[in-house]
């Protein structure tokens, strides 16, 4: 059986791996809420493009 020392370094290891597992998947979750901010913002203005570009033709035609 490995001695109390040896354990050490790899529970610290085990520790820092799992504490970097958190902080990404905590990453992650900010990055999957941003991106649907973003894309929501893009449609916001591709709605808004496509309108003034509406007007646009409409005043045209006129």
């Known amino acids: 059986m490995p001695d ?11 520790r820092l791996l799992e504490a970097e597992l958190e902080r990404l998947s905590s990453d ?3 990055l999957e809420q ?3 901010e973003v894309s929501k913002e893009i449609a916001y203005y591709e709605k ?3 309108r003034g570009r509406r007007r ?3 005043r ?3």
């Open 48 to 50: 808004l493009l496509h």
């Open 4 to 14: 109390f020392d040896d354990l050490l370094p790899i529970e610290l290891k085990l």
């Open 60 to 62: 045209r035609v006129k």
């Open 34 to 36: 941003r991106r649907s």
């Open 56 to 58: 646009s033709v409409l």
């Open 28 to 30: 992650l979750m900010w």
